[in-house]
T-cell receptor, first 114, second 113 residues
Framework: TQLLEQSPQFLSIQEGENLTVYCNSS?????LQWYRQEPGEGPVLLVT?????EVKKLKRLTFQFGDARKDSSLHITAAQPGDTGLYLC??????????????FGKGTKLSVIP | GAGVSQSPSNKVTEKGKDVELRCDPI?????LYWYRQSLGQGLEFLIY????????KSGLPSDRFSAERTGGSVSTLTIQRTQQEDSAVYLC???????????FGEGSRLTVL
């Protein structure tokens, strides 16, 4: 079973539309991060959320951490072709080995059509 | 360089051969991670090094996989007797420490024929 479930898996929208991507889990995370990955490159951090209920804005992107720190959402307003990429959520939790592992979801592949 | 450097960027090998993948993290970063990404999938945790602590190897899929980090800097991921299912992009990341931003390299794409 996947610790972090992302939905939708694929999303294709027209330029200018709004969209929301979800990241859900039954586990509690000490913090949650969103990364964006473009083909042939490694993921790049967009934001880290730490406090339950926290909302962070990054230009047209709005990130929310659930009150119980088990889920998160990413909302993009007026999507642009440059927003195209794989969006990954990742959560820090204490592993059985006693270290803080960063576990990734499978990602949402977003295509914004001009 | 300023970023995380990985080599080789592409590796094609025959089933049964051993491969070594190298990661040169950002200078001063104490934490180093290895992840595996199959086509269109998310990142699968493999192993984590933090300073001088014993590495967290809980993500290694089999005993054919091993990794070491020499002098707290460069890391090598070794896959012995490669199988076709090992084909993936292997990503290395480093960070300043616990629960911090990860900086990723561009990955090493491994193809096992």
């Amino acid at each position: 079973t996947q610790l972090l479930e992302q939905s939708p898996q694929f999303l294709s929208i027209q330029e200018g539309e709004n969209l929301t991507v979800y990241c859900n889990s039954s586990s509690v995370f000490s913090s949650l991060q969103w990364y964006r990955q473009e083909p042939g490159e490694g993921p790049v951090l967009l934001v880290t959320v730490v406090t339950g209920g926290e909302v962070k804005k990054l230009k047209r992107l709005t990130f929310q951490f659930g009150d119980a720190r088990k889920d998160s959402s990413l909302h993009i307003t007026a999507a642009q072709p440059g927003d195209t990429g794989l969006y990954l959520c990742a959560g820090y939790r204490l592993s059985g080995a006693g270290s803080y592992q960063l576990t990734f979801g499978k990602g949402t592949k977003l295509s914004v059509i001009p | 360089g300023a970023g995380v450097s990985q080599s080789p960027s592409n590796k094609v090998t025959e089933k049964g051969k051993d491969v070594e993948l190298r990661c040169d993290p950002i200078s001063g970063h104490t934490a180093l991670y290895w992840y595996r990404q199959s086509l269109g999938q998310g990142l699968e945790f493999l192993i984590y090094f933090q300073g001088n602590s014993a590495p967290d190897k809980s993500g290694l899929p089999s005993d054919r996989f091993s990794a070491e980090r020499t002098g707290g800097s460069v890391s090598t991921l070794t896959i012995q007797r490669t199988q076709q299912e090992d084909s993936a992009v292997y990503l290395c990341a480093s960070s300043l420490g616990l629960a911090r931003e990860l900086f990723f390299g561009e990955g090493s794409r491994l193809t096992v024929l």
